[in-house]
């Protein structure tokens, strides 16, 4: 069976970060890995607290992992801090994992960062280089260019400013013409990624993408159609979302 690997932060709800990544590896008949970024106390309203885990831990996870099983697909997630960055970047050069994703989460779907300062800069600088997808939002890539993202050519210019820091693929997520939802992925190439514009507020859609995306790279998948596999697996998801709490949906993964 194959494998693919979760860095990222702990969600109570299991409706996001390594649980959500677990639950999409699942589906895809992947076996899913996780390291622990952070610890969170989230419901579906809102992330009410962050708490990194610390150096030795974050570092003695992925170590003893990488020692035993090289995953076929990994994903970084929610990674609060420089080092955190570092400490992933140094261990991807030293074992060279295949098929690196890279979510450059900034903020959760409520509006709470995510991230602490510079952190978005060094994942910029030391993990873009080493990854074969990456995955911002509109937001997440205006962030991390400076150029403000308005249309498809704001996409455009964006994706091809990322694709310089190093990825083989850059998918922007999160566009809409009219009823349809666009993301845009460029490998040198522009190419629409469709779907069909859902109403409604849920939770995890991102990390649920990059998950699809980390899982179908795992199964031998080409970053394109991994690319337009996630998208479709999102949308089924999400039209299938329940409510167990009192916000957001959860994803049916």
């Not at 992925?62 to 929610?78: E, F, N, Q």
């Not at 609060?80 to 074992?95: G, K, L, T």
């Not at 980390?214 to 159609?225: C, I, K, R």
């Amino acid at each position: 069976m194959k494998t693919a690997l979760t860095i990222a932060g702990s969600d109570p709800t299991g409706g996001a970060g390594l649980q959500a990544d677990l639950k999409v590896f699942r589906s895809l008949g992947v076996h899913g890995l996780s390291v622990v970024s952070a610890v969170t106390a989230q419901n579906t309203e809102g992330v009410d607290f962050i708490s990194p885990v610390d150096r030795e831990s974050l570092e003695k996870q992925l170590r003893v992992l990488l020692s035993d099983i090289r995953p076929d697909a990994s994903k970084a997630g929610m990674l609060y801090s420089v080092w955190a960055v570092e400490i992933i970047a140094r261990m991807f050069m030293e074992s060279s994992p295949a098929n690196l994703v890279v979510d450059p989460v900034t903020v959760s779907s409520a509006g709470t960062s995510l991230v602490g300062e510079g952190t978005l800069d060094a994942i910029r600088e030391k993990l873009f280089p080493l990854s074969r997808v990456i995955t911002p939002n509109i937001y997440e890539a205006s962030v991390l260019t400076g150029i403000m993202i308005e249309n498809r050519d704001g996409m455009e210019e964006a994706a091809k400013a990322l694709k310089d820091t190093g990825p083989e693929g850059v998918v922007i997520t999160g566009g809409h013409l009219d009823d349809i939802a666009l993301d845009l992925y460029y490998d040198g190439e522009f190419h629409a990624v469709e779907g069909e514009k859902i109403k409604g507020e849920y939770h995890g859609t991102g990390c649920a993408f990059s998950a699809a995306i980390t899982g179908l790279l795992a199964l031998g998948h080409s970053p394109l159609e991994s690319v337009r596999q996630a998208k479709e697996f999102v949308n089924h998801a999400i039209k299938k979302a329940y409510h167990p709490g009192k916000g957001m949906g959860l994803l049916n993964l």
